[in-house]
T-cell receptor, first 118, second 109 residues
Framework: NAGVTQTPKFQVLKTGQSMTLQCAQDMNHNSMYWYRQDPGMGLRLIYYSASEGTTDKGEVPNGYNVSRLNKREFSLRLESAAPSQTSVYFC?????????????????FGEGSWLTVV | RKEVEQDPGPFNVPEGATVAFNCTYS??????FFWYRQDCRKEPKLLMSVYSSGNEDGRFTAQLNRASQYISLLIRDSKLSDSATYLC??????????FGSGTKLNVKP
């Protein structure tokens, strides 16, 4: 029962370095999301992909890019990391389909990626 | 105004106590409602969905009041293992989820 899998779990970057967070889900979900969580700020949506082939900005997209590689995979890239991007990043997925809304369209999270930019 | 608002707590309660958390949401078009639990340094996990008629799962009872745009979670007979942050989540459409900042619960021996 893998659900949502994201890698790496921990990463330390130097300012200006780039990296990609990988995420895959095995639940045949249409929609995928990237959130960041900072103390006292709650979960903030960075980008989401409603379905394969589409991506949209969330609340805090600056400094990030995403790729929906296929239905299973959704990656998050930091092109030039900054200390302000030190955070915990969560990938998530949901069915994202009309048939599931009435029965409770829930969102499932990966275990998180702890990123420190020094 | 935030989409979902919760009292951040912390709520410090003794084992065996009954504790209630409240949450309000701002958009009347919201369709689905949930409580998630998040342990320290872990991902949020679904605790229970919230239905219009109210629903119960063991020691946990969730209520929804659409007229007042209000959701509640009641935990009876608190256990040490209930210590966590509880997130109120509201959704609209197929892929719009709105999270409260969470209410921290500490259950003490």
């Amino acid at each position: 029962n893998a659900g949502v899998t994201q890698t790496p779990k921990f990463q330390v970057l130097k300012t200006g370095q780039s990296m990609t967070l990988q995420c895959a889900q095995d639940m045949n979900h249409n929609s995928m999301y990237w959130y960041r969580q900072d103390p006292g700020m709650g979960l903030r949506l960075i980008y989401y992909s409603a379905s394969e082939g589409t991506t949209d900005k969330g609340e805090v997209p600056n400094g990030y890019n995403v790729s929906r590689l296929n239905k299973r995979e959704f990656s998050l890239r930091l092109e030039s990391a900054a200390p302000s991007q030190t955070s915990v990043y969560f990938c998530a997925s949901s069915a994202g389909h009309r048939a599931f809304v009435s029965s409770g369209n829930t969102i499932y999270f990966g275990e998180g990626s702890w990123l420190t930019v020094v | 105004r935030k989409e979902v608002e919760q009292d951040p707590g912390p709520f410090n309660v003794p084992e065996g106590a009954t504790v209630a958390f409240n949450c309000t949401y701002s958009n009347s078009a919201s369709q689905s409602f949930f409580w998630y639990r998040q342990d320290c340094r872990k991902e949020p996990k679904l605790l229970m969905s919230v239905y219009s008629s109210g629903n119960e799962d063991g020691r946990f009872t969730a209520q929804l009041n659409r007229a007042s745009q209000y959701i509640s979670l009641l935990i009876r007979d608190s256990k040490l293992s209930d210590s966590a942050t509880y997130l109120c989540v509201v959704s609209r459409g197929f892929n719009k989820f709105y999270f409260g900042s969470g209410t921290k619960l500490n259950v003490k021996p």
